[in-house]
């Protein structure tokens, strides 16, 4: 559901999820996958997991965060 549609939910569109992932970043500049995805869910229900990758993929690919592989946590790039 990468283009939303007059049906779509935007809470839990790729653009609002984007949102979301943000808002918990700029409070705590590095914080791990799990965590993250954990308080997406517990904001927006299970439904949020479905879009959450494809969320955090625009964020990267917009040079707003990055990702850690080894660590497995996200930061946040402030630009």
């Known amino acids: 559901m990468i283009k939303p ?3 779509t939910n935007i809470n839990l569109s ?3 999820l ?3 992932i943000l808002k918990l970043l700029k409070d705590d500049n ?3 996958y799990d965590q993250v995805l954990g308080k997406i869910i517990h904001r927006k229900g299970k439904q949020a997991k479905e879009n959450f990758l ?3 993929s625009f964020l990267y690919l917009m040079g ?3 990702y850690y592989p080894k660590e ?3 930061e946040f790039l402030s630009q």
């Open 14 to 16: 790729v653009i609002g």
């Open 30 to 32: 590095i914080q791990k």
């Open 64 to 66: 707003k965060i990055k």
């Open 5 to 7: 549609t007059k049906y």
């Open 72 to 74: 497995d946590v996200l």
């Open 18 to 20: 984007s949102t979301e």
């Open 54 to 56: 494809l969320a955090l």
